[in-house]
């Protein structure tokens, strides 16, 4: 078992930043892929971005286009995503996932994701 905790979340305006934090814990491999997800009211879950256990590869969804970028503290077995030039359609719950394993590829695919955190609200107005 795996227990991921989001924090971060808030109400910002056009044009700030905020980073989100995801602390996990339990019974973690040594290898692993920790994911950034968001969904907004009334769409489809999507991919934000993910990175390896070594902190090394990282993948980002189009959209982030340089905006965002995520991070680990191996130490402390916390993954942050910093997010600037955030914009109203940035506006959803954010959630980051946890798989096993040592392959990264397909890191985009939300069904290759065991467990999930309870997710974080972010509110960017105009």
């Known amino acids: 078992q795996v227990l991921l905790v989001e924090s971060g979340g808030g109400l910002v305006q056009a044009g700030d930043s905020l980073r989100l934090s995801c602390a996990a814990s339990?019974?973690?491999?040594?290898?692993?892929?920790m994911g950034w997800f968001r969904q907004a009211l009334g769409k489809e879950r999507e991919f934000v971005g993910a990175?390896?256990?070594?902190?090394?590869?990282?993948s980002y969804a189009g959209f982030v286009k340089g905006r965002f970028i995520i991070s680990r503290d191996g130490g402390k077995n916390t993954v942050y995503l910093q997010m600037n030039s955030l914009k109203p359609e940035d506006t959803a719950d954010y959630y980051c996932?946890?798989?096993?394993?040592?392959?990264?590829?397909?890191?985009?695919?939300?069904?290759?994701?065991?467990?999930w955190g309870q997710g974080t609200q972010v509110t960017v107005s105009s």
């Open positions: 996932a946890y798989r096993s394993g040592f392959d990264f590829s397909n890191s985009d695919h939300a069904p290759s994701y065991v467990y």
């Open positions: 339990g019974r973690m491999f040594s290898a692993y892929t």
């Open positions: 990175v390896n256990w070594k902190g090394g590869d990282t």
